[in-house]
């Protein structure tokens, strides 16, 4: 007997769902059918071929999807992008920014479309924003605190790579390294190279640290984009399925 | 959190807080003409936030794209762009700052549309607190005649119309005032404010405002060291009658 398309179709359980800290006031938990996946690494790291393949499958399968990513925000994305260009901004008020930004689409995107049902999918969350001012020296109970507004994903994948192969990849993509990539703003070097290396490593030394505290995946990145693909489709099937 | 003077910083931070209405910025001005009259160091903060953010606040503000969490972290972000830009290297400058209004205004205002308070405190834990705050008591329906009196059209998240309290934009501001007051009252102990009666004539206020910042800042140490006026030295300079050097004398 032919199996119907329909029984193809994995209707996704739903989750235990919480808020890291305070959360968002009003917000009903029980509400939100949908699911949250988070694609985390360094630009350069492979997180939109990731994204991209991730859609497709989803599709495929049945699943409706919806993509957030840092300064998306109808609020404050513009600004963000010139603040960053004069760098005129300070440490606090970056990092504000920045949660202002995430906050926007969280209550405008991410809770609306995990309401519906939707599957969400994020290029980045709060362990970037995290991790780049922890760097930075700002406190970390503080940004915990701040951030306290975030939902808690269902699944956060890590694509790990190391600085050395993310500063070839860069080279490949854009013939330069950006600005904030390389942590110019913080006055490690005055050499740029110099200065993207360390601030990788401690960038990733801080997400490894994070890594204990938020749990999430830390993923392989060195492998080839079809392999990395298979292993997250795996995860996500069995977080569907509500064994994640 | 700790004062200015408890983190070690030279300058003195005087702080008023207060309903629209409770005139608290005319209380303010006067306190700032006292002390720049005496020849002291003094910096009226007038809050001018970078163009950048103030027009991502003005854009939420205009459209009515925020929601309290999104409101509280916008202001909070304008906040800490003037206090890292202006306030901080001030205070290390050896200034006595004079704020109209302070963190608390966002404490009262953000709890009000119903953020934790834990939360919002945690946010502006970056900012040292004021070394005096003043907090200029007025009897509500005192400070809303003040304002409804003098400006009729009622801003729209000003009137607190966001949390929908009452589709007529003056009962909304009347009840969202009313509220505002309860958690100003309630942090008064907490964070030690010197509580003026508002209603008092303004001389009897400003009375008690020099008063109390006269006995609590050493206010001596804010004297400006003396320098010629700039006629004397000009004076001086046309007394020397040095010939002008030559153009490749002076690039050297």
């Known amino acids: 007997m032919k199996r119907s398309a329909k029984n193809l179709i994995v209707v996704p359980r739903r989750s235990e769902r919480r808020f890291y800290g305070h959360g968002i006031p009003k917000v009903e938990l029980e509400t939100l059918a949908g699911k949250l996946i988070v694609v985390e690494g360094a630009d350069g790291s492979g997180r ?26 109808t609020l404050v994305s513009e600004e963000l992008d010139r603040a960053q260009e004069g760098n005129i901004l300070s440490r606090s008020t970056l990092s504000l920014f920045y ?45 915990k605190n701040l951030y306290g ?26 013939l330069s390294l950006d600005y904030w990539e390389s942590g110019m703003d913080i006055g490690l070097s005055r050499d740029m190279f110099d200065s993207f290396m360390q601030y990788q490593t401690a960038v990733q030394k801080t997400f490894k640290y994070l890594q204990r505290e938020f749990g999430f995946t830390i993923v392989d990145g060195m492998r080839s984009a079809d392999a990395i693909s298979a292993d997250l489709r795996k995860k996500i099937g069995a977080v569907l399925a509500g064994r994640g | 959190m700790k004062t200015f003077a408890e983190r070690g910083f030279p300058g003195r931070l005087i702080a008023v807080e207060g309903l629209d209405g409770s005139g ?26 970078s163009e950048i953010v103030k027009a991502a606040t003005s854009k939420g503000k205009k459209r009515e794209l925020l929601t309290p969490t999104t409101f509280s972290l916008i202001h909070a972000t304008d906040f800490a762009d003037r206090y890292e830009r202006h306030l901080v290297p001030l205070m ?23 953020c934790p308070p834990e939360w919002v405190r945690g946010i502006y834990h970056f900012a040292a607190l004021p070394d005096i705050t003043f907090f200029f008591r007025a009897d509500l329906e005192v400070s809303l005649q003040r304002i409804l009196d003098g400006r009729p059209q009622l801003k729209y998240f000003e009137a607190g119309m966001d949390l929908r309290l009452s589709t007529d934009p003056y009962e909304s ?15 008064s102990t907490e964070f030690n404010f010197v509580v003026v009666d508002a209603n008092q004539l303004i001389e009897t206020q400003q009375g008690m405002v020099r008063e109390i910042v006269s006995r609590r800042v050493d206010l001596e140490q804010f004297r400006r060291a003396e320098r010629p006026k700039l006629t004397e030295r000009a004076k001086a300079a046309a007394r020397q009658d040095a010939p002008p050097k030559p153009l490749e004398e002076a690039l050297e």
């Open chain 1, 149 to 174: 507004i975030a939902l808690e994903p269902d699944a956060v994948f890590y694509l790990n790579v190391p600085p050395e192969e993310l500063m070839q990849r860069n080279f490949a993509k854009n």
């Open chain 1, 99 to 143: 949660a202002t930004d995430f906050a926007d689409q969280l209550e405008n995107i991410i809770l609306p479309a995990l309401k519906a049902g939707f599957i969400v999918l994020a290029d980045r969350y709060i362990y970037t924003l995290m991790a780049r001012d922890i760097v930075r020296g700002m406190d970390e109970e503080w940004l």
């Open chain 2, 173 to 187: 501001f009347r009840i969202f005032q009313g509220r505002m007051l309860e958690q100003y009252l309630a942090m």
């Open chain 1, 48 to 73: 939109s071929t990731q994204i991209a393949l991730l859609v497709e499958w989803l599709e495929d399968t049945g699943h409706a999807t919806v993509q957030v990513g840092l300064k998306r925000s």
């Open chain 2, 24 to 49: 608290k910025s005319t209380q303010i001005y006067l306190l700032k003409r006292w002390l720049e009259l005496q020849g002291l160091k003094v910096y009226f903060s007038e809050w001018n936030s």
């Open chain 2, 92 to 114: 290390r400058a050896g200034y006595l700052v004079l704020c109209d209004r302070y963190i608390f205004t966002a404490f009262a205002r953000d709890v009000v549309r119903g």
